[in-house]
């Protein structure tokens, strides 16, 4: 997903004969593509920090209740509400009346080329 992402943003978005309309038509599959990247990163964190907690218990010998153990289970929590805060602050719910329209210019164009998009 990474690299698909990477490809994908740097033709679209960096390489200059891209027409102005595909930049817009792949900006929301590119936004949703960047969360889910971030997301299934964040998840495969989550995941590592599980599994070393787990691998402290069975082989290190370590109580359920011992620092040891409490860590990264305290770090899962920190790292779900960051993930939740980025999440909540990319794909908020807007009302009708807040809703802002975004301008999309291509880099280089005079304003009457740019209105002329419209």
Do not use: N
């Amino acid at each position: 997903l990474f690299v698909g992402q990477y490809i994908v943003g740097f033709v679209s978005y960096l390489y200059p004969q891209t027409a102005i309309e595909r930049r817009v038509a792949l900006g929301p599959f590119h936004r949703f593509y960047g969360l889910a990247v971030y997301g299934t990163g964040m998840a495969a964190a989550a995941v590592g920090l599980q599994e070393k907690a787990t691998f402290l218990q069975v082989f290190g010998k370590k109580e359920v209740y011992s620092p040891y153990i409490r860590l990264p289970a305290v770090t899962e929590l920190l790292l779900v509400a960051t993930v939740m805060l980025v999440l909540w602050h990319y794909a908020q719910p807007v009302s009708a009346g807040r809703r802002q329209a975004v301008q999309y210019t291509a880099v280089g164009t005079t304003d009457e080329e740019a209105a002329t998009l419209q």
